[in-house]
Every structure is written in structure tokens, then in C-alpha cells.
């Protein structure tokens, strides 16, 4: 393979965000594809600037588009792709996936991975998950079972976010302009679960939980966490963890913050027609839905979510989170917009662990809304 056209990518450490890709790429003929990892919390909030000095192909969280946008380092998906290309892409796509990766009118990135906030639980200690966001906090109440639900800084954030939309049922979200009654209720639902969850939510991202969750027969539920859908695989850890849609407030699961990530594309890529290629090939409902999911890839393709022998294989969770994804929020991505997550998650945290008081930070959340320019 010395003599081909060398592309080095970067994604995040965890089976789901690497072995799909490491798969498909072994087969791959055009180009030989390096992969090389970040952190779970640096595939949202590390440099798109600092990426695309080092790396030709990277994977990304759409909310960093605006910066990965106005970094000027990275080639726009119209400049590769046709127009017929582009939408092939969308007509696979799931839900708001595809334009998620959209900003100043312009795809930067391509969707490749599909996700969102949903319920898991281990069926040997939770037989049947609540389908109500009141049905939860009665269950926690009853102490039927132990729940956890990742609360480090963004992931506190996008639980807010989704109890946030669930509540006012539009996926339009003006936060700096939304009254603080609504904001208040919505920190205080929030507060009311937290009273119930685990210690280990307070510092822990998904991975945290759903490996404690496979490890050990004491935490049986968590009714907000990004599917990772691996973990339903038999053999896949100690435990089978099933999947399921998010816990509403209306008929529908609408409002969970949609997860998943897209594949951008560097200036420093010296093999195009390789990398078209490439990107054509890797999110093509063939690839999808064979050697990316086998390889512990979370595929963003409709087909791969609607196969039989996929669904077979991973317990239902494609299926029975379906509708979760197609109804689910997609979160702001201007510039800067990583930075007010976190930091919007820091001071959710801040006033679960501390006692704080709902009003106080929901002015402290418009205040930084604000800031940042967070109006639509």
C-alpha cells in the first residue's frame, strides 16, 4: 500500500467512533486511511483549526460547524460533491441529520454516524422502561431500580435541552428570548430526577455509564444518555443494555438533542479525487450497512437502520429508537457555540450539586445566551 495516496483522519476513542471506521478502511482500495483518536469530550470541544493542521479527513460534532466554518481550513462538501451526490446523502439520512452539518448555507461535513438522547436499561433488572418523562420519576421514587444519566458539563446540558424542547414542542428555540418561567420548570424537572440518580451521573459522560451499567448488576436504567448502540450486542461487554425511545411528555419522543457525527475534509488533503471517493464510498447504504456496522460503526443510513439482520444482531435498538431520531432537536452550531455548551452544563451542574437555585441560573443561562448571540 506504499505507492497509494496516504489520508490521515482523526475520530473519538470509543469502538463506535473508530472500529467502524478501521473496518471499512482495511477494505478500502483507493487509499490507504489512518485513524487516529481524541477523547470523547475533545471530539465536541477540541480546535477545528488545530484538526485540520494534522489531519485530511475529520470526524466531527455538528455544533462545532460554525467554528469549523470560520476557521477557513476546511473544504465545503458543494466543492467536492456534486449536487445529485449531496443528495443521495440527504435521501439517506434520518430526521434533521443532514442539515445539521449546514451552516452560513454551505455543508461542511457529511453525516456518518446517527445518534440522540434515548432510554437504556438492562433488561434483567428493568423489564419494561417508562415511556413518560412522570412515569421515570415515579419508578425512581418506588426505588424499583438504579438510574443514572451522564451529567458532566455537556452532557447535563443536552439533558436540559431535551427536557427544554420535549416541553415546548417546536424544535425553533430562541433561548435568549424565552421566558424564564419555562426555563425555571424545566431546571426544576431536571433537578427532580437528579434527586434519584446515582452518585457516578455527576461526573460521567454515556461510556461511563453504560460501562458501569454492563459491568455491574447495579445500575439498571438511565432514561437519558446518547445510544451507544454496541452495548446491545450479545458479547459485546458482560451485559446485554437495550434501547429505547426517549421518555416524553407527549404522544410523540420529540425534543431529544440529536447526537451522531459527520465526516469533514481538511485543506491539507493533497489526494481529492481519493477523498471523494472516499466519503461517496464510506456513506453509501452498501458500506452502511455491512462492513461500518459489523465493525462497531453507529451508521447514519436509513437502510442500515431499517435492515432485519442488523436489528437482529443489536437487540431492536435501531427500530426502537426510530422515531426518537427522526423527531429529535437538532442543537444551534454558530461559532462559539461548543464553548457556551459546556459552559451552560457547568452551571446546570453547578446548581444540581450545590443546591442552587433555579431562578438564579436560568439568568445565568439567558445572560450567556446572550453573549453568544444564541437566538434562533
Known amino acids: 500500500m506504499s505507492d497509494l495516496c496516504v489520508l490521515e483522519g482523526n475520530t473519538w476513542d470509543d469502538v463506535r467512533g473508530v472500529g467502524g471506521l478501521q473496518a ?14 481524541r477523547s470523547l469530550r475533545d471530539f465536541t470541544m477540541r480546535s477545528p483549526t488545530e484538526l485540520a493542521e494534522k489531519y485530511d479527513i475529520i470526524v466531527m460534532d455538528y455544533p462545532a460547524v460554525g467554528d469549523l466554518a470560520a476557521s477557513g481550513m476546511y473544504i465545503p462538501m458543494d466543492q467536492l460533491l456534486t449536487e445529485q451526490d449531496l443528495r443521495i446523502v440527504e435521501n439517506g439520512s434520518i430526521g434533521g441529520a ?11 461535513a457529511l453525516p456518518l454516524d446517527l445518534s440522540a438522547q434515548v432510554s437504556a436499561y438492562r433488561p434483567d433488572l428493568l423489564s419494561d422502561p417508562p415511556r413518560s418523562f412522570s412515569s421515570v420519576i415515579n419508578l425512581l421514587k418506588k426505588k424499583e431500580v438504579v438510574a443514572a444519566v451522564p451529567l458532566s458539563p455537556l452532557h447535563a446540558h443536552s439533558t436540559f435541552l431535551t427536557l427544554l424542547v420535549n ?32 452518585p457516578m451521573s455527576f461526573t460521567s459522560d454515556p461510556i461511563d455509564v453504560l460501562d458501569e451499567m454492563a459491568k455491574r448488576d447495579e ?18 461487554k458482560e451485559k446485554v443494555i437495550l434501547f429505547d425511545d426517549l421518555p416524553s411528555k407527549t404522544y410523540v419522543p420529540k425534543g431529544s438533542v440529536l447526537g451522531g457525527a459527520g465526516i469533514a475534509v481538511s485543506k491539507r488533503v493533497k489526494c481529492i479525487p481519493q477523498v471523494i471517493d472516499f466519503l461517496k464510498w464510506i456513506t453509501s447504504p452498501q458500506v452502511q450497512s455491512s462492513i461500518y456496522v459489523t465493525g462497531g460503526g453507529q451508521p447514519f443510513h436509513v437502510k442500515a437502520w431499517l435492515d432485519e439482520r442488523i436489528n437482529l444482531s443489536f437487540n431492536n435498538a435501531f427500530l426502537n429508537t426510530l422515531s426518537t431520531m427522526v ?3 437538532v442543537r444551534p452550531n454558530f461559532p462559539g457555540f461548543v464553548t457556551l455548551h459546556e459552559r451552560s452544563g457547568e452551571l446546570i451542574l453547578s446548581m444540581l450539586m450545590e443546591n442552587g437555585k433555579p431562578e438564579e441560573t436560568a439568568k445565568e443561562l439567558k445572560t450567556l445566551a446572550q453573549k453568544w448571540g444564541w437566538r434562533s
Not at 438511565?222 to 459485546?236: D, E, W
Open 24 to 37: 471499512a478502511s482495511s477494505k478500502y482500495v483507493q487509499a490507504e486511511v489512518r485513524w487516529h483518536t
Open 98 to 108: 443532514f442539515r445539521s452539518y449546514f451552516f452560513g448555507g454551505r455543508s461542511w
Open 167 to 198: 416541553s415546548i414542542g417546536t424544535s425553533e428555540l430562541p433561548f435568549a428570548n424565552l421566558q424564564d418561567a419555562i426555563l425555571v420548570k424545566t431546571l426544576e424537572e431536571l433537578r427532580s430526577l437528579s434527586d434519584y440518580l446515582h
Open 219 to 236: 445500575i439498571g436504567y438511565s432514561p437519558f444518555i446518547y445510544g451507544y448502540f454496541n452495548y446491545s450486542r450479545q458479547g459485546y
Open 327 to 329: 423527531h429529535a432537536y
